[in-house]
Protein backbone atom coordinates (compact mmCIF):
# COMPACT_ATOMS: atom_id res chain seq x y z
CA UNK A 1 0.00 0.00 0.00
CA UNK A 2 1.30 3.77 -0.77
CA UNK A 3 1.53 6.02 1.67
CA UNK A 4 -1.13 8.34 -0.60
CA UNK A 5 -3.30 5.38 0.04
CA UNK A 6 -3.16 5.71 3.83
CA UNK A 7 -1.56 8.97 5.44
CA UNK A 8 -0.44 8.31 8.60
CA UNK A 9 -2.02 11.88 9.96
CA UNK A 10 -4.32 14.39 9.66
CA UNK A 11 -4.24 17.78 10.07
CA UNK A 12 -6.63 21.25 10.25
CA UNK A 13 -5.88 23.95 8.22
CA UNK A 14 -6.56 27.61 8.96
CA UNK A 15 -5.94 31.03 7.69
CA UNK A 16 -4.70 33.75 9.00
CA UNK A 17 -5.56 37.35 9.80
CA UNK A 18 -3.54 39.69 11.17
CA UNK A 19 -4.58 43.29 12.64
CA UNK A 20 -2.99 45.81 14.68
CA UNK A 21 -3.94 46.60 18.02
CA UNK A 22 -4.53 49.72 19.63
CA UNK A 23 -1.15 49.42 21.43
CA UNK A 24 0.27 48.85 17.91
CA UNK A 25 0.74 45.42 18.10
CA UNK A 26 -0.48 42.94 15.73
CA UNK A 27 -3.11 40.73 16.90
CA UNK A 28 -3.88 37.11 14.30
CA UNK A 29 -7.06 35.55 14.12
CA UNK A 30 -7.03 32.01 12.65
CA UNK A 31 -10.26 30.73 10.40
CA UNK A 32 -10.66 27.46 10.18
CA UNK A 33 -10.15 26.53 6.01
CA UNK A 34 -10.19 22.51 6.50
CA UNK A 35 -10.09 19.69 9.41
CA UNK A 36 -9.09 16.44 8.84
CA UNK A 37 -6.97 16.88 6.06
CA UNK A 38 -4.81 13.21 5.16
CA UNK A 39 -0.92 14.35 5.19
CA UNK A 40 2.44 13.26 6.05
CA UNK A 41 4.50 15.26 8.37
CA UNK A 42 8.35 14.67 8.80
CA UNK A 43 11.09 16.82 9.47
CA UNK A 44 12.59 18.59 6.86
CA UNK A 45 15.52 17.64 4.96
CA UNK A 46 18.95 19.51 6.27
CA UNK A 47 19.10 20.75 2.29
CA UNK A 48 15.39 22.15 2.80
CA UNK A 49 16.18 24.11 6.03
CA UNK A 50 19.28 25.58 4.81
CA UNK A 51 17.97 27.07 1.67
CA UNK A 52 15.30 28.67 4.30
CA UNK A 53 18.24 29.67 6.36
CA UNK A 54 19.52 32.07 3.70
CA UNK A 55 16.46 33.87 4.06
CA UNK A 56 16.57 34.10 7.97
CA UNK A 57 13.76 31.88 7.90
CA UNK A 58 13.85 28.65 10.41
CA UNK A 59 11.95 25.75 8.79
CA UNK A 60 11.73 22.09 10.71
CA UNK A 61 9.20 19.84 9.22
CA UNK A 62 7.35 19.36 5.80
CA UNK A 63 3.66 18.25 5.66
CA UNK A 64 2.75 16.55 2.32
CA UNK A 65 -0.55 16.78 1.25
CA UNK A 66 -2.32 14.99 -1.79
CA UNK A 67 -3.31 17.72 -4.15
CA UNK A 68 -6.98 16.37 -4.85
CA UNK A 69 -7.94 16.72 -0.97
CA UNK A 70 -7.51 20.03 -0.45
CA UNK A 71 -10.15 22.24 -1.02
CA UNK A 72 -8.33 25.61 -0.71
CA UNK A 73 -4.81 26.75 -1.87
CA UNK A 74 -2.40 26.62 1.16
CA UNK A 75 -0.82 29.82 1.23
CA UNK A 76 2.52 31.16 3.42
CA UNK A 77 1.07 32.08 7.03
CA UNK A 78 -1.24 29.40 7.23
CA UNK A 79 -1.25 27.31 10.57
CA UNK A 80 -1.68 23.40 10.13
CA UNK A 81 -2.68 21.67 13.15
CA UNK A 82 -1.81 17.92 13.39
CA UNK A 83 -5.10 15.59 14.88
CA UNK A 84 -2.97 13.37 16.34
CA UNK A 85 -0.44 15.27 18.51
CA UNK A 86 -1.81 19.10 18.65
CA UNK A 87 1.60 20.30 17.09
CA UNK A 88 1.39 23.55 15.53
CA UNK A 89 2.90 24.73 12.45
CA UNK A 90 3.65 27.77 10.35
CA UNK A 91 3.80 27.71 6.64
CA UNK A 92 6.51 29.00 5.59
CA UNK A 93 7.18 27.70 1.95
CA UNK A 94 5.18 25.55 -0.28
CA UNK A 95 6.20 23.60 -3.20
CA UNK A 96 3.88 21.83 -5.69
CA UNK A 97 4.84 17.99 -7.13
CA UNK A 98 3.41 16.66 -10.50
CA UNK A 99 1.51 13.84 -10.86
CA UNK A 100 3.84 11.20 -12.51
CA UNK A 101 2.17 8.04 -13.88
CA UNK A 102 0.29 6.22 -11.41
CA UNK A 103 1.95 8.61 -8.40
CA UNK A 104 -0.83 12.05 -7.52
CA UNK A 105 0.12 14.70 -7.44
CA UNK A 106 1.08 16.28 -4.26
CA UNK A 107 1.79 19.91 -2.11
CA UNK A 108 4.47 20.03 0.00
CA UNK A 109 3.91 22.58 2.78
CA UNK A 110 7.86 23.72 4.50
CA UNK A 111 6.74 24.62 7.80
CA UNK A 112 8.21 26.00 11.64
CA UNK A 113 7.10 24.15 14.20
CA UNK A 114 5.14 26.65 16.95
CA UNK A 115 5.76 26.36 20.70
CA UNK A 116 2.50 25.92 22.64
CA UNK A 117 2.75 29.06 23.96
CA UNK A 118 2.96 30.97 20.40
CA UNK A 119 -0.39 29.31 19.76
CA UNK A 120 -2.06 29.81 22.68
CA UNK A 121 -1.06 33.10 23.64
CA UNK A 122 -3.89 35.59 24.11
CA UNK A 123 -2.99 37.47 20.95
CA UNK A 124 -3.94 34.64 18.94
CA UNK A 125 -7.21 33.20 18.63
CA UNK A 126 -9.07 30.05 16.99
CA UNK A 127 -11.96 30.98 15.10
CA UNK A 128 -14.53 28.28 13.43
CA UNK A 129 -15.94 29.44 9.89
Known amino acids: MALYDSAPHACATYSVNATRDAGGGETLAYTLVQSAVPCSINTASSS ?21 VLTTAITRGFKLVAADTGASFKVEGIRAGRAYGRIPAFVYCDCSELLWAQTRSPATRDVAS
Open 48 to 68: TQELFSQQGIQVSHTVAFLAS
